[in-house]
């Protein structure tokens, strides 16, 4: 997909007056809005339990609370499905997903020349890579749209 491929090296970190008076007062809705982010992740979490044989569910850290961006999820290799057949069938079925950003970024044209591309291979990374997707936890999702993208995923397999 090409909004994952990166040709150069550089920062995004612009910001307009606009956003930043949005974000201010999104600030007001923070602590509401990391509740049902994690209450999202752990409806998620509990739903999907079912398929872990072929899919490795997130989990967080020991002594962690994290406020999730979103639902990773890897699909194992003796999974009967591959990550870009689950992710086309949840798009027709309108149900949004992300790939893992940049993936393996020694992989990335902008990182061609650096040494480590030529020396050393990251196994791990290329299986993250190919194998994760997200699934958003926003917190405008409701338990009808939590449920859609759950039997959706178990319809799958």
Known sequence: ?????????????KITDMQAAIGVAQLKKLDQFIKQR??????????????????????SSENTTPSWFGFPI???EKSPVNRNK???????????TRLLFGGNLLKQPAYKKLLAR????????????????????????????????????????
């Open 74 to 76: 890897m699909v194992k």
């Open 38 to 59: 994690k209450e999202n992740f752990q409806f998620l979490h509990k739903n999907l339990q079912s398929l872990i044989t072929y899919l490795s569910l997130p989990s």
């Open 118 to 157: 030529e020396k050393k291979s990251f196994p791990n990374t290329d299986i993250v890579m190919n194998n994760v997707f997200w699934i958003g936890v926003q917190p405008s999702l409701t338990k009808k749209m939590l449920n859609h993208i759950i039997e959706s995923i178990k319809n799958i397999y």
């Open 1 to 13: 997909d090409h909004k994952y491929i990166y040709s150069h090296m550089g920062y995004n970190l």
């Open 86 to 96: 689950i992710v086309r069938k949840l798009t027709e079925k309108n149900i949004g």
